[in-house]
């Protein structure tokens, strides 16, 4: 797949031609890790190529078919894509990551069927409740990837922008859950059980507290650029709105007097971001 052609797919083209399974097939971790064996960076390439063939029917001067665009995000989903980039992430180099993972943040911030995969714990709604391999959400690993202070700033940006969206979904699911157990216990004539009324998506927050994020967040807080510094300060506060079990990971990893300095700093953008995570 060569670079010219990678920027024209279309939706329609890459449906047409089953593309889509032909891509993701190739940028499985193994088939990565054997092009890593020969040296060079053949497999870094090959991820970026394939994410911008992917990326390139939902950006600016892609597919105009709206139809097709749906079409192509449902045999996305059902092919695993969340879960194939999330693996091949930590295959690559950290400059070649920037395109996957803004083609990552496209699919999570814009879809929730998307935002379960990476949310995955074990149990994937996605494939009716069947136990998966435990590797396919939102791994340790798989942070660590996207939260490598060696990537490029913007892709940090999607990757703290992709994160706090989840962590507010998850707190959205939750409110959700408990004012449900609510009505159940409280409601007229209630019958159904605390329990029967969560939902159905997993333990998202135990999910991100196994991601281990605080200590991705150490660098990325003491980063050159601003904006890197303040979507840290804003994930940090969002997971300890989200839970309080995030407090002692964030104590553990020497967060809060980072968290602190960018709260006194003298850009407003940066300051009101350090205040707001100093506050949860």
Not at 61 to 81: D, I, P, R, T, Y
Not at 131 to 151: H, V
Request: charged residues 20%; proline residues 5%.
């Amino acid at each position: 797949l060569r670079w010219p052609e990678a920027r024209r797919c279309s939706a329609s083209l890459l449906l047409r031609h089953r593309l889509d399974a032909s891509l993701l097939a190739a940028i499985e971790p193994s088939r990565l890790r054997k092009l890593s064996s020969r040296g060079g960076a053949s497999s870094g390439r090959l991820l970026r190529a394939v994410s911008i063939a992917v990326y390139a029917p939902f950006g600016e001067g892609g597919e105009e078919e709206e139809e097709a665009l749906v079409a192509l995000q449902q045999a996305l989903h059902e092919a695993g894509l969340v879960k194939t980039l999330l693996r091949a992430l930590a295959e690559a180099s950290p400059h070649d990551r920037e395109v996957s993972v803004s083609l990552l943040a496209r699919l999570v911030l814009g879809s929730r069927h998307f935002l379960r995969q990476l949310l995955c714990d074990g149990q994937c709604g996605d494939q009716g409740g069947e136990p998966c391999d435990g590797r396919c959400g939102l791994t340790a690993a798989a942070a660590a990837a996207c939260l490598d202070p060696r990537c490029s700033a913007a892709s940090l940006v999607n990757a703290l922008l992709l994160l706090c969206h989840a962590a507010r979904a998850a707190g959205s699911r939750r409110d959700v859950a408990g004012a449900a157990a609510a009505a159940c216990l409280t409601g007229p004539g209630a019958t159904t059980s605390a329990a029967s009324a969560s939902p159905p998506d997993g333990d998202w927050t135990g999910m991100l507290l196994r991601a281990r994020l605080p200590q991705c967040l150490t660098p990325l807080l003491r980063h050159d650029e601003l904006a890197v510094r303040s979507k840290a300060c804003t994930l940090v506060g969002t997971l300890c709105r989200l839970s309080s079990a995030f407090y002692e990971p964030v104590r553990a990893a020497g967060l809060p007097p980072l968290v602190a300095a960018c709260g006194t700093h003298e850009v407003s953008s940066l300051r009101r971001a350090g205040s707001f995570a100093l506050a949860e």
